[in-house]
């Protein structure tokens, strides 16, 4: 099965526009590094990649003056941020950034709502367009299904729901397996992170 385009991905094209942050937002493994990879295939132009969770990237960040964002940018006009809310201060950095250097687009993702509306909501005020992906919806499964094995499909997603990694999982078990995982990696722990839960033994999932 294959999902040729997501929904959002006309809509984001659109936005991508000099002097804006284009905000990526949403659960891990939903697919937004393949949404952005998309959309950087049809702009075709340069791009600077940094990733929020390196801390390399952090240090080079730090120093918050437009001559070292110019430094770091280059020629580059068009710069990508993949889970943006790691970085410290990201919501004032980019201010600076698309204010002060001309002609530059910015799209970034981050995995913990939470974290990235906190720290990037205010200072970008005006200069932002926010999207939420989430996983895989019925008109997307349209593109390669048919409404003979349809049915079936829909029952089993009711069951296990739309993550697009479970496409390729055909075993229920396996299936189990990797929701079990994904609810002790990363949902429980935005749950813990958003009701400032320390002590992740005061949660159990049944």
């Known amino acids: 099965m294959e999902i040729k385009e997501r929904e959002l991905s006309i809509r984001i094209q659109k936005k991508l526009q000099a002097g804006k942050v284009?905000?990526?937002?949403?659960?891990?493994?939903?697919g937004k590094t393949m949404l952005v990879n998309e959309l950087l295939k049809k702009v075709d132009?340069?791009?600077?990649?940094?990733?929020?969770?390196?801390?390399?990237?952090?240090?080079?960040?730090?120093?918050?003056?437009?001559?070292?964002?110019?430094?770091?940018?280059?020629?580059?006009?068009l710069l990508y941020i993949d889970e943006a809310q790691k970085i410290p201060e990201i919501g004032i950095k980019l201010k600076l950034m698309v204010d002060e250097i001309a002609g530059l687009k910015i799209i970034i993702t981050g995995s913990?709502?939470?974290?990235?509306?906190?720290?990037?909501?205010?200072p970008l005020t005006g200069r932002k367009y926010t999207f939420h992906l989430f996983p895989f919806s019925e008109s997307e499964y349209d593109q390669s299904e048919t409404k003979i094995n349809k049915l079936q499909k829909v029952k089993e997603r009711l069951v296990f729901g739309n993550y697009p990694e479970l496409i390729h999982i055909p075993d229920k078990d396996d299936k189990k397996d990797y929701l079990n995982e994904m609810i002790s990696s990363y949902l429980l722990k935005d749950i813990l992170v958003y009701e400032n839960i320390k002590n992740s033994q005061k949660f159990s999932t049944c």
Request: aromatic fraction near 10%; charge should be negative.
């Open 22 to 30: 284009l905000m990526l937002l949403g659960a891990r493994r939903v």
């Open 45 to 77: 132009e340069p791009f600077l990649y940094l990733n929020g969770e390196d801390i390399n990237v952090h240090d080079q960040l730090a120093n918050r003056s437009v001559e070292n964002y110019k430094q770091i940018i280059g020629s580059y006009k």
């Open 112 to 122: 913990s709502s939470f974290d990235i509306n906190k720290n990037v909501g205010e």
